[in-house]
């Protein structure tokens, strides 16, 4: 992926900031704890079980699991929608994607993207002396207005959509244009070599928080990291070195990429003025079988609005507050992690609305801490409202997905076949007992099911409904090129 030249720049700079480091001026411990440095991990197509905290083989994320034991483990924590530009509109705004017009994941032929109104993470930390910086992918949006550095972000070093939507997509290589690599708002290559991305954008978050730390600035660093998204692969040092297989390699180097930067944090003297949080864009991409993850044993995967396609691994680490080995089990979404971190550093709430809310009393383990939503929604493409959860229930509306329920899996980089005729009722579960949303129960319990869809009823007047031809009232536009109008694709690639 680079040069040798470029090799040799990046050992110089590590050498410069790291002696650096050592004189840096230090913020006060006030500061530190009302203002911690805050590093966003969010990993694409990781599936739940894909750590060993949560069922993966023992050895495949050593670093995680360590995380995991020195934090807190959000273990009913979802992304807002099981594909890509959707997952990350709601992580980096607060509100669900279709409040904000985004759906589906977003194609280099497409022309809109995250609107300028909207307040992201990076402007919230920004407008609070925050140095900003976000690495890897991007995916709200490729043109420059909608890029990171137009939205908060100081500096952005990474490829704006999916590594499939290039030639090194294996099933439609002739389909896409060539992959660009970005830094800044500048192309600086075409269709790098993606052995690379997990070690080369992790280096550049690490480079910035050394700068950032030189300079005493509390920094805010979200590292969108592409693995483990098809087409997957891993450096020649990961290579196989699992013993598993090339997936277990790129999570194994996934992993030891957080532990390098943690490394980083501790050898800087910051680790305890640092909340680090690690999630997933969506559950695993099934029909890729030895190429894909785990969903842990939950129903389905990315693409669905069953468990196993929303409900993703989610670790928040802060030693300086946060109890160390609390598994929270009260659900949280992407959605809340905007307003956490505003309640952390007291600062002002987006002026438009959004949908998440704050977690705290649940990262701080306050005794009897509750989810703050008496409801949580799911929609699908392009505003399909197609499951909800309140409390222990999860209520499916009808609607058709995908499946790969008695297929063939794919195999070395090459998707199986989905089975797309596969359709759900007004189906209820309870995930307390049923995380697999095997048992449906709407018939045994016809007054909930009612008071369900009675609440479900409110929320499509005010975000809408595609299923039942519903507009929603809030909803806002995305951002969008002038005189183009091009409709949004749920998916990157069709599997076969």
Same mark, same amino acid.
């Given at each position: 992926?680079?040069? /040798?030249?470029?090799?040799?720049?990046?050992?110089?700079?590590?050498?410069l900031?790291?002696a @650096?480091?050592g004189?840096?001026p230090?913020?006060?411990a006030?500061?530190?704890?009302?203002?911690?440095n805050?590093?966003?991990?969010?990993?694409?197509?990781l599936?739940?079980?894909?750590?060993g @905290?949560q069922?993966? *083989?023992a050895?495949?994320?050593?670093?995680?699991?360590?995380?995991?034991?020195e $934090?807190?483990r959000?273990?009913h924590?979802?992304?807002?929608q099981?594909?890509c530009?959707a997952?990350?509109?709601?992580?980096?705004?607060g @509100?669900?994607?279709?409040?904000?017009?985004?759906a589906g994941?977003l194609?280099?032929?497409?022309? !809109?993207g995250?609107?300028?109104?909207?307040?992201?993470?990076?402007?919230?930390?920004?407008a609070? =002396?925050?140095?900003?910086a /976000?690495f890897g992918?991007? +995916?709200?949006? &490729?043109? *420059?207005?909608f890029l *990171?550095?137009? &939205?908060?972000?100081d500096e952005y070093?990474?490829?704006?959509?999916?590594?499939?939507?290039?030639p090194a997509?294996?099933?439609h290589?002739?389909?896409?244009p060539?992959?660009?690599?970005?830094?800044?708002?500048t192309? !600086?290559?075409h269709?790098?070599?993606?052995?690379?991305?997990?070690?080369?954008?992790?280096?550049r978050?690490i480079?910035f928080?050394?700068?950032?730390?030189?300079?005493?600035?509390?920094?805010?660093?979200?590292l969108a990291?592409?693995?483990?998204h098809t087409?997957?692969a891993a450096?020649?040092?990961?290579?196989?070195?699992s013993g598993?297989?090339?997936y277990?390699d790129?999570?194994?180097e996934?992993?030891a990429?957080?532990?390098t #930067?943690? +490394?980083?944090?501790?050898?800087l003297?910051?680790r305890?003025d640092?909340?680090?949080?690690?999630?997933?864009?969506?559950?695993p991409w099934l029909?890729?079988?030895? +190429?894909?993850g785990?969903?842990?044993?939950?129903?389905?995967?990315?693409?669905?609005?069953?468990e196993?396609?929303?409900?993703?691994? @989610?670790?928040?680490?802060?030693?300086?507050?946060?109890?160390?080995?609390l598994?929270?089990?009260?659900?949280?979404?992407?959605?809340?992690?905007l307003p956490?971190?505003a309640?952390?550093l007291r600062?002002? #709430?987006?002026a438009?609305?959004?949908?998440?809310?704050? !977690?705290?009393?649940?990262?701080?383990?306050?005794p =009897?801490?509750?989810?703050?939503h008496?409801?949580l929604?799911f929609?699908?493409?392009a505003?399909?409202?197609e499951?909800?959860?309140a409390?222990?229930w999860k209520?499916?509306?009808? &609607?058709?997905?995908?499946?790969?329920?008695?297929?063939?899996?794919?195999?070395?980089?090459?998707p199986?076949?989905?089975?797309d005729? /596969?359709?759900? $009722?007004l189906?209820?579960?309870?995930?307390t007992t049923? *995380?697999?949303?095997? &048992?449906?129960?709407?018939?045994?319990r016809?007054?909930l099911?009612a008071?369900?869809v009675?609440?479900?009823?409110?929320?499509r007047?005010?975000l809408?409904?595609?299923?039942t031809?519903t507009?929603?009232?809030e909803?806002?536009?995305p =951002?969008r090129?002038?005189?183009?109008s091009v409709e949004?694709?749920s998916?990157?690639?069709?599997?076969?």
């Amino acid at each position: 992926m680079r040069s /040798a030249f470029a090799r040799v720049v990046s050992l110089v700079s590590i050498v410069l900031t790291a002696a @650096c480091a050592g004189t840096a001026p230090r913020r006060s411990a006030d500061d530190a704890r009302t203002r911690p440095n805050l590093v966003v991990i969010y990993a694409d197509d990781l599936g739940y079980g894909d750590l060993g @905290c949560q069922g993966a *083989p023992a050895g495949s994320t050593p670093n995680l699991d360590r995380l995991a034991a020195e $934090g807190v483990r959000l273990s009913h924590f979802y992304s807002a929608q099981p594909v890509c530009s959707a997952s990350r509109a709601a992580l980096l705004t607060g @509100c669900y994607p279709n409040r904000i017009g985004i759906a589906g994941a977003l194609g280099p032929s497409q022309r !809109i993207g995250i609107a300028d109104d909207e307040t992201t993470l990076a402007e919230l930390c920004r407008a609070q =002396g925050y140095a900003t910086a /976000a690495f890897g992918k991007w +995916h709200l949006g &490729h043109l *420059p207005q909608f890029l *990171p550095t137009r &939205h908060g972000f100081d500096e952005y070093f990474g490829i704006p959509y999916s590594n499939d939507m290039g030639p090194a997509n294996r099933v439609h290589p002739d389909r896409w244009p060539p992959l660009p690599l970005i830094e800044g708002e500048t192309t !600086i290559a075409h269709d790098p070599d993606q052995a690379g991305f997990t070690g080369e954008f992790t280096q550049r978050a690490i480079r910035f928080m050394r700068r950032a730390h030189a300079e005493a600035r509390p920094f805010f660093v979200y590292l969108a990291q592409p693995m483990p998204h098809t087409p997957i692969a891993a450096s020649a040092a990961f290579a196989g070195r699992s013993g598993r297989g090339l997936y277990a390699d790129v999570i194994l180097e996934l992993d030891a990429a957080v532990g390098t #930067l943690v +490394h980083t944090l501790e050898e800087l003297g910051i680790r305890d003025d640092t909340l680090l949080v690690f999630a997933s864009d969506n559950g695993p991409w099934l029909s890729f079988g030895d +190429h894909a993850g785990s969903s842990g044993g939950l129903r389905e995967g990315k693409g669905t609005t069953f468990e196993g396609g929303v409900r993703v691994p @989610c670790i928040w680490s802060w030693p300086a507050r946060f109890p160390r080995g609390l598994v929270q089990d009260e659900p949280a979404m992407t959605i809340d992690v905007l307003p956490t971190l505003a309640a952390l550093l007291r600062a002002p #709430l987006p002026a438009l609305p959004i949908d998440g809310a704050s !977690i705290l009393p649940l990262l701080d383990g306050d005794p =009897g801490a509750r989810s703050p939503h008496e409801e949580l929604f799911f929609w699908y493409h392009a505003g399909d409202l197609e499951a909800m959860r309140a409390g222990r229930w999860k209520l499916h509306f009808p &609607h058709g997905y995908r499946t790969m329920q008695g297929r063939e899996p794919g195999r070395d980089g090459l998707p199986g076949s989905y089975d797309d005729r /596969a359709r759900i $009722g007004l189906a209820l579960f309870d995930l307390t007992t049923d *995380p697999g949303e095997r &048992h449906d129960l709407a018939a045994a319990r016809p007054e909930l099911v009612a008071e369900l869809v009675a609440r479900a009823d409110r929320m499509r007047a005010r975000l809408g409904d595609r299923l039942t031809k519903t507009d929603g009232r809030e909803c806002r536009a995305p =951002g969008r090129a002038p005189e183009t109008s091009v409709e949004t694709r749920s998916e990157p690639m069709k599997s076969k």
